[in-house]
């Protein structure tokens, strides 16, 4: 799964539960970290205030909310892959994944 800091909400918690299910790997760059269902509400003054109410945790228990999902390859765009159009995150997740699923000799 490519991962980004704008990986958020239901799609850490989408990437949480794949990656405990299958142990889906992840390339990118940690993730917003902004998991939980989100409730809004105004105080005098106008002010807005909002707060998650739910708490997501790892399989082992460990935070993901402020953490966010760390990737097992890190992997992010330059200035110069962007200005040439090109993708390097994906670049480098295909290899990564085809050596991953790669059966050696038996």
């Given at each position: 799964?490519?991962?980004?800091?704008?990986?958020?909400?239901?799609?850490?918690?989408?990437?949480?539960?794949?990656?405990?299910a299958n142990g889906m790997k992840l390339v990118?760059?940690?993730?917003?970290g902004q998991d939980g269902s989100v409730t809004?509400?105004?105080?005098?003054?106008?002010?807005?205030?909002?707060?998650?109410?739910?708490?997501?945790?790892?399989?082992?228990?460990?935070?993901?909310?402020?953490?966010?999902?760390?990737?097992?390859?890190?992997?992010?765009?330059?200035?110069?892959?962007?200005?040439?159009?090109?993708?390097?995150?994906?670049?480098?997740?295909?290899?990564?994944?085809?050596?991953?699923?790669?059966?050696?000799?038996?």
């Open positions: 799964m490519l991962v980004n800091d704008g990986t958020a909400s239901q799609a850490e918690a989408g990437g949480l539960a794949v990656e405990m990118g760059s940690r993730t917003a809004f509400f105004s105080i005098p003054g106008g002010i807005r205030v909002s707060f998650s109410g739910t708490e997501f945790r790892h399989a082992d228990g460990h935070q993901l909310q402020r953490v966010g999902l760390q990737p097992d390859l890190v992997v992010q765009p330059t200035i110069a892959g962007i200005g040439a159009g090109r993708d390097e995150v994906l670049e480098r997740a295909t290899p990564y994944m085809n050596e991953l699923t790669v059966q050696p000799a038996k």
